[in-house]
């Protein structure tokens, strides 16, 4: 009988509380702007990062860049457009959530 009743109790607090989507919509933007800046932060160099922040911004918002291509940001930076390719793959993996 108490099983029964602390049941009934449990699920009318769940169906009383609405649920915060603000909240919710918060913590995923605070996700996924940690895990940008982690990503971007995580290379070795400086010049790495710079690397980094530009293929974010291409998978992201190319318009920022003026739509340059993984072939010009690579040798922009002495990079190969497959290692550019590569990290923006790496991007993608790690930040699931775009």
């Known amino acids: 009988m108490k099983l029964l009743e602390l049941m009934r109790n449990s699920l009318d607090t769940f169906f009383d509380q ?3 989507t603000c909240h919710d919509a918060r913590e995923a933007a605070t996700e996924a702007i940690r895990r940008l800046l982690i990503w971007m932060a ?6 790495d990062r710079g690397l980094r922040a530009s293929v974010a911004l291409y998978c992201l918002r190319p318009d920022l860049i003026n739509g340059a291509t993984l072939e010009s940001i690579g040798d922009a930076t002495g990079r190969t457009r497959q290692a550019v390719f590569n990290l923006a793959k790496d991007f993608r993996l790690t930040i699931d959530a775009l």
Not at 42 to 47: G, I, K, N
């Open 18 to 20: 609405a649920p915060d």
């Open 42 to 47: 995580d290379a070795p160099t400086l010049e």
